[in-house]
């Protein structure tokens, strides 16, 4: 059964276009210290060697003014090719080729929207961005206009600013060259999903180039259950002055997504399953995993709009000056029935038990206005030779959220048997004046510098300095009252936040290194939303400090076998802090912070080639979170307990075989460790409802045949043993989603 839904749009508050500062034209005297050297500015690529399958000899930001060889963090890159051998249609899709980060599902009552993800035990979902530029938005992304994903882990204000205790994500989007090519897919997924994609590439004129990547999506998700999702995406692009000192880019995207929301199932007769109203739940059967407990008028609409315009200008050889101007914009619009508590009066009767359903509402725009203006440059001062990085930022983003009500009531669902077509009353949406409309206004500068002291020894540092300043507006109504009552919140500050990092060569293609770096997490930075100091803890209130995160990585870093293998390990440790409101005085009402949350652990990766037909990318990392500060012995933040949905244990693997010119083999596994959702050490497991998710391993698969020159055949097989796992479990343990089941996806590509 497909389940489609036709809707039901509300005009929201227009969102205010608010004019950025005209950018001030910044540089450095180093175009005059430029001095001959081997390496020009025209090497520093985003990619590595083309013959080399999967690894990246740097990342695309200029603020990494090293190779990755030489650069002291934990970086991978995740190149196109890869996404298109595993047939990834998604970024968290993507980043399942990286261990240490795992999804989530919204807490209790309220169903997460978009790419929500912990990453090294932190909260990562608001550190996505796009080409450099931060990416707000409650949305699920889509990797067909990606031409790389970039996962840089630990503390990296730094590099993006504040609210980045995890690292980040950087998503490079495919730009225009000089080549005339054309390129699609046509897949088709068991189940139902139709995906099509294209690439069209056109030179024009002496330096001139245009592209335009396609996409278009139906049908049901990979095999969880008959809930149609309808994606629809373009991204036109065009360049000029290629091949020439002063090169313009304008691209942009466009998203449109039109789904059936899924609520997820309840746990019940899953291992670990815990009722003490109905203890006869226990021994109680799982529900049928293709089981959906919304009703026919849930629906989810996305729109993702995005205009980038960059321009690249060679000051001198090897000094580069690079300005991008960005507007974008998302709104999620949604309404969902999700599964809360179970009533089983009847121990004898299985068929009268219920589940109850808890209408819910997401209604949420986002908007950005950014400029950024970049100079990198080489040159030798004082005998020692330097890689210059420096620029400013200017970033304005706004986050409005109304509130809708006249959801309806819904009945009770069966448990085992829901009909989404059972009776919902009282359903007439509308906005009843309250709001949050939260604006941050960004201005941060910042330099990086590798300075080579000798072939044996490099030295990376990096510093920003940044001011922000958040305010947010709302509107409360209470009952019986219909009258808004509106509310003003501000929070400003000075953000510094520094890398340093000394790299020691033993070889040309190896390092050994040991890097320190900071963030900084003010008050409302993820959501924009400023809270007021009242009687309850809230970490997002105007008055109280910003958290601060720090890391210590030792590691070492290898490109072997002729530099077709990257070779990584690293030892780190993150320490963050005040991360828990403390009364301090109960007459004054006074606030202060402490709390002290550790992660340490031990990542481990190879990324390229072992013989030019045998490719291959692996993680392993082995993680341990711990709160060593708090304010009470008991409860999530006691002295002792860990970070929920952090696994101890995580890896990834892939790898592909050619075995001649036409037909290669491949193939790869994820495993997760046990996910705790009792973290409390002091906690009863055997009376708490779904303590933990337990551990799985994900075997895929897939081989590929070039038909012609023109037209090349693959299939994948996903979770090929067709293992029952659970890939996200809410905060309340009442409801989880169950990992896609074994399933085979056919794809026809064509490159003329």
């Given at each position: 059964?497909?389940?489609?839904?036709r809707?039901?749009?509300?005009?929201?508050?227009?969102?205010?276009?608010?004019?950025?500062l005209?950018m001030?034209?910044?540089?450095?005297p180093?175009?005059?210290?430029?001095?001959?050297?081997?390496?020009?500015?025209?090497?520093?690529?985003?990619?590595?060697?083309?013959?080399v399958?999967?690894k990246?000899?740097?990342?695309?930001?200029?603020?990494?003014?090293?190779?990755l060889?030489?650069?002291p963090?934990?970086?991978?890159?995740?190149?196109?090719?890869?996404?298109?051998?595993q047939g990834?249609?998604?970024?968290?899709?993507?980043?399942?080729?990286?261990?240490?980060?795992?999804?989530?599902?919204?807490?209790n009552?309220?169903t997460?929207?978009?790419?929500?993800?912990?990453?090294?035990?932190f909260?990562?979902?608001s550190?996505?961005f796009?080409?450099g530029?931060?990416?707000?938005?409650?949305?699920?992304?889509?990797a067909?206009?990606?031409e790389?994903?970039e996962?840089?882990?630990?503390?990296?204000?730094a590099?993006?600013?504040r609210?980045?205790?995890?690292?980040?994500?950087?998503?490079?989007?495919?730009?225009?060259?000089?080549?005339?090519?054309v390129?699609g897919?046509?897949a088709?997924?068991?189940?139902?999903v139709?995906r099509l994609t294209?690439?069209?590439?056109?030179?024009f004129?002496?330096?001139?180039?245009?592209r335009?990547n396609?996409?278009?999506?139906d049908?049901?998700?990979?095999?969880?259950?008959?809930?149609?999702?309808?994606?629809?995406?373009?991204?036109?692009?065009?360049?000029?002055?290629?091949?020439?000192?002063?090169?313009l880019?304008l691209?942009?995207?466009?998203?449109?997504?039109?789904?059936?929301?899924?609520?997820?199932?309840?746990?019940?007769?899953?291992?670990?399953?815990?009722?003490?109203t109905y203890?006869?739940l226990?021994?109680?059967?799982r529900?049928?995993?293709?089981?959906?407990?919304g009703?026919d008028?849930?629906?989810?609409?996305?729109?993702?709009?995005?205009?980038?315009?960059?321009?690249?200008?060679?000051?001198a050889?090897?000094t580069?000056?690079?300005?991008?101007?960005?507007?974008?914009?998302?709104?999620m619009?949604?309404?969902?029935?999700?599964?809360?508590?179970?009533t089983?009066?009847?121990a004898a009767?299985?068929?009268?038990?219920?589940v109850?359903r808890?209408?819910?509402?997401?209604?949420?725009?986002?908007?950005?206005?950014?400029?950024?203006?970049?100079?990198?440059?080489?040159?030798d001062?004082?005998?020692?030779?330097?890689t210059?990085?420096?620029?400013?930022?200017l970033?304005?983003?706004?986050?409005f959220?109304?509130?809708?009500?006249?959801?309806?009531?819904?009945?009770?669902?069966?448990?085992?048997?829901?009909?989404p077509?059972?009776?919902?009353?009282?359903?007439a949406?509308?906005?009843?004046?309250?709001?949050?409309?939260?604006?941050?206004?960004?201005?941060?500068a910042y330099?990086?510098?590798?300075?080579?002291?000798?072939e044996?020894?490099?030295?990376?540092?990096?510093?920003?300095?940044?001011r922000y300043d958040?305010?947010?507006?709302?509107?409360?109504?209470?009952?019986?009252?219909?009258v808004?009552?509106?509310?003003?919140?501000?929070k400003?500050?000075?953000?510094s936040s520094?890398?340093?990092?000394?790299v020691?060569?033993?070889?040309?293609?190896?390092?050994?290194?040991l890097?320190?770096?900071?963030?900084?997490?003010?008050?409302g930075?993820?959501n924009?939303?400023?809270?007021?100091?009242?009687?309850?803890?809230?970490?997002?209130?105007a008055?109280?400090?910003?958290?601060?995160?720090?890391?210590?990585e030792?590691g070492?870093?290898w490109?072997?076998i002729q530099?077709?293998?990257?070779?990584?390990?690293?030892?780190?440790?993150t320490?963050?802090?005040?991360e828990?409101p403390v009364?301090i005085?109960?007459?004054t009402?006074?606030?202060?912070?402490?709390?002290?949350?550790?992660?340490?652990?031990?990542?481990?990766?190879?990324?390229?080639?072992v013989?030019?037909?045998w490719?291959v990318?692996?993680?392993?990392?082995?993680?341990d979170?711990?709160i060593?500060?708090?304010?009470?012995?008991?409860?999530?933040n006691?002295?002792?307990?860990?970070?929920?949905?952090?696994?101890?244990k995580?890896?990834?693997?892939w790898?592909?075989?050619?075995?001649n010119?036409k037909?290669?083999?491949?193939?790869?596994a994820?495993?997760?460790?046990?996910?705790?959702?009792l973290?409390d050490?002091?906690?009863?497991?055997?009376?708490?409802?779904?303590?933990?998710?337990?551990?799985?391993?994900?075997?895929?698969?897939m081989?590929?045949?070039?038909?012609?020159?023109?037209?090349?055949?693959?299939?994948?097989?996903?979770?090929?043993?067709?293992?029952?796992?659970l890939?996200?479990?809410n905060?309340?343990?009442s409801?989880?989603?169950i990992?896609a089941?074994?399933?085979?996806k056919?794809?026809?590509?064509?490159?003329?």
């Amino acid at each position: 059964m497909t389940i489609r839904s036709r809707k039901h749009t509300l005009a929201a508050q227009p969102l205010l276009n608010q004019s950025l500062l005209a950018m001030a034209a910044i540089g450095l005297p180093l175009s005059v210290q430029a001095q001959a050297q081997e390496k020009t500015m025209a090497e520093v690529k985003v990619e590595a060697a083309a013959d080399v399958a999967y690894k990246a000899d740097r990342a695309s930001s200029p603020k990494l003014t090293a190779p990755l060889v030489d650069t002291p963090q934990t970086i991978t890159v995740i190149k196109k090719e890869l996404l298109q051998e595993q047939g990834a249609a998604s970024v968290m899709e993507a980043l399942q080729n990286t261990p240490g980060i795992t999804l989530q599902l919204g807490e209790n009552g309220n169903t997460s929207a978009g790419d929500t993800f912990q990453m090294r035990g932190f909260s990562a979902q608001s550190s996505i961005f796009v080409d450099g530029i931060r990416d707000l938005g409650a949305v699920s992304r889509d990797a067909f206009n990606l031409e790389q994903v970039e996962v840089v882990k630990g503390p990296a204000g730094a590099d993006i600013g504040r609210g980045a205790a995890a690292g980040y994500i950087n998503l490079v989007s495919k730009t225009p060259v000089r080549e005339d090519a054309v390129s699609g897919t046509v897949a088709f997924t068991q189940g139902g999903v139709k995906r099509l994609t294209a690439d069209v590439q056109r030179a024009f004129g002496s330096s001139g180039a245009f592209r335009l990547n396609l996409m278009g999506s139906d049908g049901s998700q990979k095999g969880s259950r008959a809930l149609d999702r309808e994606s629809r995406g373009i991204a036109p692009s065009v360049a000029w002055g290629l091949g020439t000192p002063t090169r313009l880019y304008l691209y942009s995207q466009h998203i449109r997504q039109d789904n059936v929301p899924d609520g997820a199932i309840p746990s019940v007769g899953m291992a670990g399953f815990y009722n003490g109203t109905y203890p006869w739940l226990a021994k109680a059967q799982r529900v049928d995993r293709n089981n959906w407990y919304g009703l026919d008028g849930d629906y989810e609409d996305v729109k993702a709009d995005m205009v980038t315009a960059k321009i690249e200008h060679d000051l001198a050889p090897k000094t580069k000056l690079t300005n991008t101007t960005r507007y974008g914009k998302s709104k999620m619009d949604r309404i969902l029935s999700g599964v809360n508590a179970i009533t089983a009066l009847d121990a004898a009767n299985p068929a009268s038990w219920t589940v109850a359903r808890t209408r819910q509402s997401v209604l949420q725009e986002n908007r950005i206005l950014a400029n950024t203006t970049n100079i990198v440059s080489e040159f030798d001062a004082f005998g020692v030779q330097h890689t210059i990085s420096t620029g400013l930022e200017l970033l304005n983003e706004e986050q409005f959220t109304p509130t809708r009500v006249g959801l309806g009531t819904a009945s009770a669902a069966n448990l085992y048997n829901p009909n989404p077509k059972d009776p919902l009353n009282g359903f007439a949406p509308y906005l009843n004046g309250a709001f949050s409309k939260g604006e941050t206004t960004t201005v941060g500068a910042y330099l990086f510098d590798t300075i080579k002291l000798n072939e044996q020894w490099l030295v990376n540092a990096g510093l920003r300095y940044e001011r922000y300043d958040t305010e947010t507006n709302s509107a409360t109504v209470t009952a019986p009252s219909t009258v808004p009552v509106a509310a003003h919140l501000e929070k400003s500050g000075n953000l510094s936040s520094y890398k340093t990092g000394l790299v020691y060569k033993p070889t040309a293609d190896g390092s050994i290194y040991l890097a320190y770096a900071n963030s900084k997490t003010p008050p409302g930075s993820a959501n924009l939303s400023l809270a007021a100091q009242g009687t309850n803890a809230n970490i997002n209130s105007a008055a109280l400090k910003p958290q601060t995160t720090t890391n210590v990585e030792l590691g070492t870093k290898w490109d072997v076998i002729q530099k077709q293998l990257a070779l990584t390990a690293a030892l780190y440790r993150t320490t963050n802090k005040d991360e828990i409101p403390v009364k301090i005085d109960e007459v004054t009402n006074t606030w202060g912070q402490l709390g002290k949350r550790q992660v340490q652990g031990v990542e481990l990766g190879a990324v390229g080639q072992v013989t030019n037909a045998w490719s291959v990318i692996a993680g392993v990392a082995f993680m341990d979170t711990e709160i060593k500060e708090s304010n009470t012995g008991a409860g999530n933040n006691g002295l002792g307990a860990a970070t929920r949905w952090s696994p101890k244990k995580s890896a990834t693997l892939w790898t592909n075989y050619k075995l001649n010119d036409k037909l290669s083999l491949g193939g790869g596994a994820r495993y997760t460790g046990t996910q705790y959702r009792l973290v409390d050490p002091t906690g009863d497991a055997a009376k708490t409802n779904m303590p933990s998710m337990p551990s799985y391993t994900v075997v895929d698969a897939m081989a590929a045949y070039q038909l012609s020159k023109n037209v090349s055949l693959q299939l994948n097989v996903y979770n090929v043993f067709d293992k029952f796992y659970l890939s996200s479990l809410n905060n309340g343990g009442s409801r989880f989603v169950i990992g896609a089941p074994r399933i085979a996806k056919a794809t026809a590509s064509f490159q003329f």
